[in-house]
């Protein structure tokens, strides 16, 4: 999909630095998928504590 954004240019050439990545393009899609995989973890980080699991597979499998 074509997009017009206005990105500081320091900004994508940081990022580009960064990350070694040859276009603009390249460097906004891996900044996407990254902050998508950060939000991600941070959600499943939220469950920390609150799921309790069986102790055997077994168990765990023919509880339903």
Request: aromatic letters at 6%.
């Amino acid at each position: 999909m074509k997009t017009t954004l206005n990105i500081p240019e320091s900004l994508i050439k940081k990022a580009m630095l960064l990350a070694k990545h040859k276009t603009k393009t390249e460097t906004v899609v891996v900044a996407l998928q990254e902050y998508i995989r950060k939000k991600k973890v941070e959600k499943i980080l939220t469950y920390e504590g609150k799921l309790q699991f069986d102790d055997t597979w077994e168990k765990s499998r023919h509880a339903r």
